[in-house]
């Protein structure tokens, strides 16, 4: 017999059908997922109980973010394998975690409306551990206006997930603008007034912000009253932001004008009894000056004081606090009422000038004096020396000082007739006695007189023509 073996060799792989693509996402704040599937399904023409067999993963292992095939195989009991694949897809559908700084305060640059922020990069993670592409709508030490800027930063990963975080960005003006006053002024006081009124230019105001900028000054141009002396004209400028600049300049109003001032007219005054002098009061002059300060008044000679005769000119001079000065004069006259002293020389008396009937009279110059201390000249009646009739001639003299004060006095001149009557008596008669008397009778012309003083002459005889004379001898 012979026998042989058919052997029956099964060379027929076993069907293995993985299941379907899996699209599973990440587990959060993970790079991975562990997704989970059915197992593949097999069949075999002879082992029934053919079990699948995974090569790389498991249901439930940690798998990557990406495409991971599966691969199951399936080897029956005569070595016939078999396998499959499936893709395990683990999707990152998890934004990048973004955290930005906090907001941000700044002031502006110098001179400028804007200041450059800076800020520390904003802190990220993605689950993927990727790669984060990170942009920004503004970056470090970009210039930002005033005010708030929001800036926005946006974190994008592989996956293009997406998440974006913002912080504001606000610019201050903490500048004070900028101030300039103009130069300080010198001014003069208006007419008649103890203020000036000055004008300036607007003080110049500049701000970082390009903003309108608010002057304000304690004074205005052109309108303000500025009293004498110095004054502070403080300007203040203040911008949209509130922020304040100051400055300040002088106006210094000076007083030019001299006072006013107006003297007493003339002043008119006698002289002091026997002097020549005498004392003058006056009102002082009225005084106007603009400024109302104090003033200083001096005077060429005080009311009160003595004054010389005639004209002595009295100037006042008035200075202001300012040291303007205004003076003004007027005149004291000092006249002379007092008459002048005379003393005539005594009444005295002289003969007749032989055979004349006047007489030579020299009189003594009178004794004279003026308080005025000036020369008197006098005028008299008669001459100096003078024939005088005779009898008693009153002599006046009247003395003149120099302002014309007259005195008088007078005396008397006697001229005394001593000198006897010339007187020439006829020769000697003689005469018969009438017939029949004893007695003659006797005719003569009367005798010749004369007399020095030529006034009539009393002719006195012991007897008178055609009287009858006894015998003898009679004398007449």
């Known amino acids: 017999s012979c026998s042989f073996s058919v052997t029956v060799l099964d060379d027929e792989a076993p069907v293995l059908t993985c299941p379907a693509n899996v699209i599973i996402n990440t587990r959060a704040g993970k790079p991975f997922a562990r997704p989970s599937w059915p197992l593949?399904?097999?069949?075999?023409?002879?082992?029934?109980?053919?079990?699948?067999?995974?090569?790389?993963?498991?249901?439930?292992?940690?798998?990557?973010?990406?495409?991971?095939?599966?691969?199951?195989?399936?080897?029956?009991?005569?070595?016939?394998?078999?396998?499959?694949?499936?893709?395990?897809?683990?999707?990152?559908?998890?934004?990048?975690?973004?955290?930005?700084?906090?907001?941000?305060?700044?002031?502006?640059?110098?001179?400028?409306?804007?200041?450059?922020?800076?800020?520390?990069?904003?802190?990220?993670?993605?689950?993927?551990?990727?790669?984060?592409?990170?942009?920004?709508s503004a970056q470090p030490g970009d210039p930002f206006d005033l005010g708030g800027t929001t800036v926005t930063i946006t974190a994008r990963d592989a996956a293009n997930n997406e998440n974006s975080c913002s912080?504001?960005?606000?610019?201050?003006?903490?500048?004070?603008?900028?101030?300039?006053c103009p130069p300080s002024r010198v001014t003069e006081t208006e007419l008649r007034t103890n203020h000036g009124v000055a004008t300036f230019s607007a003080p110049l105001a500049t701000d970082n912000s390009l903003g309108v900028v608010s002057v304000q000054c304690s004074r205005n141009t052109g309108t303000?009253?500025?009293?004498?002396?110095?004054?502070?004209?403080?300007?203040?400028?203040?911008?949209?932001?509130?922020?304040?600049?100051?400055?300040?300049?002088?106006?210094?109003?000076?007083?030019?004008?001299?006072?006013?001032?107006?003297?007493?007219?003339?002043?008119?005054?006698?002289?002091?009894?026997?002097?020549?002098?005498?004392p003058a009061t006056f009102a002082e002059p009225q005084i106007f000056d603009n400024s109302g300060g104090t003033l200083h008044l001096n005077v060429s000679?005080?009311?009160?004081?003595?004054?010389?005769?005639?004209?002595?000119?009295?100037?006042?001079?008035?200075?202001?606090?300012?040291?303007?000065?205004?003076?003004?004069?007027?005149?004291?006259?000092?006249?002379?009422?007092?008459?002048?002293?005379?003393?005539?020389?005594?009444?005295?008396?002289?003969?007749?000038?032989?055979l004349n009937k006047v007489g030579t009279a020299t009189y003594m110059d009178p004794v004279t004096f003026d308080n005025s201390l000036m020369p008197v000249t006098y005028e008299a009646s008669h001459p100096k020396t003078n024939d005088y009739k005779l009898g008693n001639t009153t002599v006046t003299l009247t003395a003149l000082d120099a302002a014309q004060n007259s005195e008088s006095c007078s005396f008397v001149v006697t001229v005394r007739d001593i000198e006897p009557p010339r007187l020439t008596c006829p020769a000697d008669l003689t005469v018969n006695t009438l017939p029949g008397l004893a007695v003659g009778q006797a005719n003569w012309e009367l005798p010749l007189a004369s007399d020095n003083s030529m006034l009539p002459i009393n002719l006195v005889g012991s007897a008178r023509t055609g009287d009858r004379f006894p015998l003898g001898t009679t004398a007449v």
């Open 167 to 180: 912080f504001t960005v606000t610019v201050y003006d903490d500048e004070i603008p900028t101030l300039h």
């Open 40 to 136: 593949p399904t097999v069949s075999d023409n002879v082992d029934s109980g053919l079990v699948p067999q995974a090569l790389n993963f498991q249901p439930g292992d940690q798998m990557p973010i990406g495409k991971t095939p599966v691969v199951y195989t399936a080897t029956d009991a005569y070595g016939n394998s078999a396998g499959c694949d499936f893709t395990v897809t683990v999707v990152d559908d998890e934004p990048p975690q973004l955290t930005c700084p906090d907001d941000l305060e700044l002031s502006t640059d110098p001179g400028l409306r804007t200041g450059r922020a800076t800020w520390p990069m904003p802190q990220h993670t993605d689950n993927s551990g990727g790669i984060v592409f990170v942009s920004s």
């Open 301 to 354: 000679q005080a009311s009160g004081s003595i004054f010389p005769l005639g004209s002595t000119p009295v100037t006042y001079t008035v200075t202001d606090p300012s040291g303007n000065v205004e003076s003004c004069t007027f005149v004291v006259v000092v006249v002379d009422l007092e008459r002048p002293t005379l003393r005539c020389p005594a009444s005295f008396s002289v003969a007749t000038n032989p």
């Open 224 to 278: 303000s009253e500025f009293p004498l002396g110095l004054t502070a004209v403080n300007c203040r400028a203040t911008d949209v932001a509130g922020n304040v600049n100051e400055c300040s300049f002088t106006v210094r109003v000076v007083d030019v004008e001299t006072p006013v001032l107006t003297c007493p007219g003339p002043v008119t005054v006698s002289t002091l009894p026997g002097r020549n002098e005498g």
